[in-house]
């Protein structure tokens, strides 16, 4: 089955400063989706990207998705520490495979 | 949107004991899936539970390890059986949201000791 590497395993950040996260895959995707697991939690759905090249923005989140459809990014601009947690990309909603999330830290 | 009920949260077990869990949906849905999170993790699939029949299992999980029952369009069950510590794991049920985007439980926190 597809496979989605995921880049960085962890990441500690000064509040204010901004985040980046990334999922390759060595095949072409149909979709991405992206999730946020906050510690003790379950995860929760951020989007779905489709379409090559695709941008979407959820307030300071950018979410992109590469133009050969093999790649995307999650982007987080001024970090909050409301936005600490695991971010996972995933492929196929409902019999997904994920890739191995990012935890980032951000210190205030 | 979907409204997963996962049961129970948490639960300490004895090895070689075995744990059902249970997972309520708000709607009907076609298919519920299981997955596993290890402490420190990412999320493996387990199973696909299917009304009607059986549930279909990725490579690496067996039926009786892993037994899921779906009666119904809203409600499965997975169980771990004949337990033992490296069972200890989270296990979250999830629904497809029409192939937009997955909802999924809280989570059932397994430690075996």
């Known amino acids: 089955g597809q496979q989605v590497m995921q880049i960085p395993q962890y990441q500690h950040v000064q509040e204010g400063e901004d985040f980046t996260t990334y999922c390759n895959s060595s095949?072409?995707?149909?979709?991405i989706q992206w999730y946020k697991q906050r510690p003790g939690g379950h995860p929760v759905f951020l989007i779905q990207l489709v379409k090559s090249g695709e941008v979407k923005k959820q307030k300071r989140l950018t979410f992109q998705f590469g133009e050969a459809k093999k790649n995307s990014s999650l982007h987080i601009t001024a970090t909050q520490t409301t936005d600490v947690g695991t971010y996972f990309c995933a492929t196929n909603a409902g019999k997904s495979t994920f890739g191995d999330g990012t935890t980032l830290t951000v210190k205030p | 949107s979907a409204v997963i009920s996962q049961k129970p949260s948490r639960d300490i077990c004895q090895r070689g004991t075995s744990l059902t869990i249970q997972c309520q949906v708000d709607?009907?849905?076609?298919?519920m899936f299981w997955y596993r999170q290890q402490p420190g993790q990412s999320l493996t699939l387990i199973a696909t539970?299917?009304?009607?029949?059986?549930?279909?299992?990725e490579s690496g999980f067996v039926i009786d390890k892993f037994p899921i029952s779906r009666p119904n369009l809203t409600f499965s069950t997975l169980t771990v059986s004949n337990m033992s510590p490296e069972d200890s794991s989270i296990y979250l049920c999830?629904?497809?949201?029409?192939?937009?985007?997955?909802?999924f439980g809280q989570g059932t926190r397994l430690t075996v000791v």
């Open positions: 539970a299917n009304q009607g029949s059986e549930a279909t299992y």
């Open positions: 095949t072409t995707l149909s979709n």
């Open positions: 999830s629904v497809d949201g029409v192939g937009t985007e997955a909802f």
């Open positions: 709607s009907q849905v076609t298919m």
